[in-house]
């Protein structure tokens, strides 16, 4: 389990209490800056409020894995103004760390057995003997691949919150890569795609990254992934020299 958004949030709980704590000018003001920081854009901020914004965007980015409730987010966020305000408690934070992890692995499973649920009611759905659910969104007119050759793709991938992790657009050409080096999501869907195709693939923990996931990105051990594909072409067999 990813440990970022710990440490973020303790940043949050930990840095800011102290500033909570200051004079009572900073007190003061505190409504007028509330206001302006609600009704103002994000990108009309000056910079060292982007920077807070951007704080509380990687914290929300990170938390949505706990698919909290409005009454859950609202105990997190009095968790969150008694730890800035220096507020004593008998909950311990270092404590219940393990409930916390625990927590998100419960509330992850939840949410991605939910996306898989959801995606093999889709029309048109095929669950694969491997749990993949498979979705032809664009039928294609040319071959299809066999697990040797090497395709060519655009794609965009989801968390099951619906945060894109990765895209080909931001490259702006298509990705080549041998069908059988990948994720076997992607080996099995991608093999059952006719080039000038489009499908989603919504692929369970297991035939993903599982408990690996790519260094630095945001996808959290055993996440169900969903990925749309287009199989753009197909331009060689791997396994011949």
């Known amino acids: 389990m990813r440990t970022m958004w710990m440490a ?40 060292d409020s982007k920077t807070i914004y951007a704080l509380g965007l990687s914290v929300g ?23 800035m305000a220096g507020n004593t408690s008998s909950i311990e934070p270092k404590e219940y760390a393990p409930k916390i992890q625990a927590f998100a692995k419960a509330r992850q499973a939840q949410a ?3 996306t898989l649920e959801r995606a093999a009611k889709e029309p048109g759905a095929v669950k694969l003997p491997s749990g ?3 979705r032809e969104v664009k039928a294609g007119t040319g071959k299809s691949p066999r697990v ?22 931001k490259r702006g050409i298509p990705v080549e890569f041998p069908l059988n080096g990948v994720i076997t999501c992607w080996t099995q869907g991608v093999a059952k795609m006719k080039v000038g195709g489009k499908a989603k693939l919504t692929c369970p923990g297991g035939t993903a990254y599982g408990e690996r996931p790519p260094p630095g990105s945001r996808i959290p051990p055993n996440a169900v992934l ?7 072409d197909v331009p060689g067999d791997t396994s011949r020299p």
Not at 68 to 74: A, D, G, I, M, Q
Not at 226 to 232: G, I, N, P, R
């Open 132 to 134: 993949v659910i498979y």
């Open 148 to 169: 040797t050759d090497t395709v060519k793709v655009h794609y965009e991938g989801r968390l099951v919150d619906g945060t894109i992790f990765d895209t080909s657009a």
């Open 8 to 47: 973020t949030l303790a940043l949050v709980l930990g840095t800011t209490g102290a500033q909570a704590q200051g004079g009572s000018t900073a007190k003061k003001s505190e409504p007028a800056a509330k206001a302006a920081a609600v009704e103002t854009s994000p990108d009309d901020l000056p910079e």
């Open 112 to 114: 991605g057995n939910a």
């Open 226 to 232: 969903t990925f749309d594909v287009e199989l753009v």
């Open 61 to 83: 980015k990170d938390l949505s894995l706990f698919a909290l409730t409005p009454e859950e987010l609202k105990l997190l966020q009095r968790g969150i103004s008694d730890g």
